[in-house]
């Protein structure tokens, strides 16, 4: 029985209360990795569990796992996936193991579990990877179909080169922020309709973009491209992304060479990487691929994943949230395992902790859309919020948050929330 087997049983239970709550996005079945601190501790490698963050300093002290202990002291994940997938696995069936019901090393030990067990809710969370790499993809069909729809000629909404690679560029990794972190609305060129040239301006088209994203865990060598069918053995696991979009600087600098400071200013992560053992019960059937890709993106067998994603808007002074789309990772046209292998066919190399954006999800229905400028025909037919208030785009004050999890037998597999709220832009010079 290989690892994912042992440790996503839908019977196993935890001793950690909360954890076994069917609507809880921590079970024991999913064991995700992230960056905590509290007010009494610095920051370190903590897996979430239930409403709790198990302390992976104090398992390793305690010899309780196969990982060194310099190695959950570090300040982001790199040096924990740099150990590769044997201890990985090792280590996610040595925690499944100690958070078992059946078992009392922890659960029997109240010195020791309340010294290895941190409330979330007293936890700060940081960015979980030192990301020296980031690359966005384009490859919800739907999605690129719906934008072509808007800004050329709907009988030729796809460009020719979409259904043959999956189409993407190099952002810019020194803006990828963690949950929580408030976004400034950026200022920048906007080229209005009835003027000959641009002006300067804060964003006036403000955006989401409701995506995931993987993290690299095993990386190739410049010149040594990874071959489609070894791709999914080099992902660590994935994380909820928001790619914060100016699509109105995006309408005017993308030709010809694609958006810069459209996309520069902001994305988002989760702060929890969701293992891909964690992921594996809940692989599906990609959409079929028309035209058959040529030889090297050809894959056989399921590589999309259900995974359930929503978005919400909160006005600053509204009293909730309006959830204004749900989707599905697995309408995805083009897989990871694609996305990869195109990246490194040219020979380019990746590194541990290399972030690759899926790019919007769009699903096939109007609720399924992944950014306002889908949703309100770029602005055009505004969205009604539970407040009552009205949207075309974002505005300063709002606070979206993506949402997104695995359905399991009695169980779910989350990712956390992706949040972050909108500041107004810097006074312009």
Request: net charge negative.
């Amino acid at each position: 029985m290989s690892a994912h087997d042992q440790t996503t049983a839908p019977e196993l239970k935890s001793w950690v209360e909360r954890a076994n709550a069917p609507d809880c996005e921590f079970p024991i079945q999913n064991l995700p990795y992230g960056i905590f601190s509290t007010e009494h501790s610095a920051a370190r490698v903590g897996v979430a569990i239930g409403d709790s963050i198990l302390d992976l300093t104090v398992l390793a002290e305690e010899g309780l796992i196969a990982c060194p202990l310099t190695v959950v002291t570090q300040v982001r994940l790199n040096d924990f996936i740099a150990l590769g997938p044997i201890v990985w696995r090792k280590v996610r069936e040595q925690i499944s193991a100690l958070l078992s019901a059946s078992n009392h090393t922890l659960q029997g030990n109240a010195a020791l579990r309340e010294k290895a067990l941190i409330q979330q809710a007293a936890a700060t969370m940081h960015l979980p990877v030192e990301i020296q790499g980031y690359t966005d993809f384009y490859s919800s069909r739907e999605h690129a179909t719906n934008v072509g729809m808007l800004f050329r000629d709907p009988k030729n909404a796809l460009l020719p080169n979409w259904s043959e690679i999956p189409i993407g560029y190099n952002g810019r990794a020194s803006s990828v922020i963690v949950s929580g972190t408030p976004v400034r609305r950026p200022n920048g060129q906007i080229k209005l309709p009835d003027q000959d040239r641009p002006v300067f301006s804060p964003c006036r088209k403000l955006d989401l973009e409701l995506e995931t994203g993987f993290i690299v865990g095993i990386p190739n060598a410049l010149g040594e491209p990874i071959p489609i069918e070894e791709a999914e053995k080099h992902i660590f696991g994935m994380v909820l992304l928001n790619d914060w979009s100016a699509r109105d600087f995006q309408a005017w600098e993308y030709v010809p060479l694609g958006p810069f400071n459209a996309k520069t200013f902001a994305t988002t992560i989760s702060p929890w990487i969701v293992t891909m053992d964690a992921l594996e019960p809940f692989r599906t059937l990609q959409p079929t691929q028309v035209p058959l890709p040529l030889a090297y993106l050809q894959h056989t067998g399921e590589h999309a994943f259900d995974i359930h994603l929503e978005a919400t808007l909160k006005p600053e002074t509204a009293a909730e949230a309006t959830t204004i789309t749900q989707t599905n990772f697995k309408y995805m046209y083009w897989t990871m395992a694609q996305q990869l292998t195109h990246h490194t066919v040219s020979g380019c190399n990746t590194r541990v902790g290399d972030l690759m954006g899926s790019g919007t999800i769009s699903g096939p229905t109007p609720g399924s859309l992944g950014s306002l400028l889908e949703m309100t025909f770029n602005g055009r037919e505004p969205i009604k919020l539970q407040s009552g208030e009205t949207r075309s785009f974002i505005e300063d004050g709002d606070e979206l948050t993506l949402r997104g999890w695995c359905q399991g037998e009695g169980y779910r597999v989350g990712f956390g929330l992706c949040t972050g709220q909108v500041l107004p832009a810097h006074p312009m010079k």
